[in-house]
Each structure stands twice: as structure tokens, then as C-alpha cells.
Nanobody
């Protein structure tokens, strides 16, 4: 499966941004989609994961209450809505796909994901 993340940009702290992940290739509804981010000089970290049907969501503690994730399997698109942005959210954001073992499976480990998009840069100024 191929993934393409888009929607990154520059925002001031407190602002909002919506990232989109376009999924193509095999049946997108077979895949759990995850969002990860990598800040300069830091390891890539988990942000969010959404199950095959969208019924189950997992969010990193650092973004709970500020970020949300949704998907539209008909449009083969997964959205990451980011509100109340903080400078610490500055990073390259990646979407990734993993075959979902169960309908409600979500994964927070990089190694669970087999396919990755190219990343989109989010910069939050203070």
C-alpha cells in the first residue's frame, strides 16, 4: 500500500492544522493507519492510530485533548486534526499502514507498521 501525507505548514502556538493521509493500492480498509512524528534531533514517536473501520482510536498522552484522528475508507483518506498547537508539536509527521489483525486493532509501535509515507513538516512558532 502507498501512503502520502499532506497538509503540513507553519502555525502560531494555539492554532490548528489538519493533516491528510491518502492511501492507495490495496484495500485501505484492511489497514490500521498510524501517525508518527519526528522532531529535529529526536527519535520518531507515536502520535495516533486508528483501526480499520475507524471505531477504535489511540492517541499519545502528549496530544490527548488536542489531536483527533478520523478516516473515510470510501475516500481512502485518514485525517489528523491538530488543535491547540504547541511549539513542541514541531516535527515531520508521517502516516503509516499496518494490516489490522482484528477489527478494533490499533498499534503504537513503529515496528508494527510495514508501509510509510514521505512525511509532511509541521512548524509551530511561539
Amino acid at each position: 500500500v502507498q501512503l502520502q501525507a499532506s497538509g503540513g505548514g507553519l502555525r502560531q502556538a494555539g492554532g490548528s492544522l489538519r493533516l491528510s493521509c491518502s492511501v492507495s493500492g490495496r484495500t485501505s480498509s484492511d489497514y490500521v493507519i498510524g501517525w508518527f512524528r519526528q522532531a529535529p534531533g529526536k527519535a520518531r514517536q507515536f502520535v495516533a492510530s486508528i483501526s480499520r473501520s475507524g471505531g477504535t482510536i489511540a492517541l499519545a498522552d502528549s496530544v490527548k485533548g488536542r489531536f483527533s484522528v478520523s478516516r473515510d475508507n470510501a475516500k481512502k483518506t485518514v485525517l489528523l486534526q491538530m488543535d491547540s498547537l504547541e511549539p513542541e508539536d514541531t516535527a515531520v509527521y508521517y502516516c503509516a499502514a499496518a494490516l489490522g489483525r482484528y477489527e478494533h486493532s490499533v498499534y503504537n509501535k513503529e515496528t508494527s507498521y510495514t508501509d510509510w509515507g514521505q512525511g509532511t513538516l509541521v512548524t509551530v512558532s511561539s
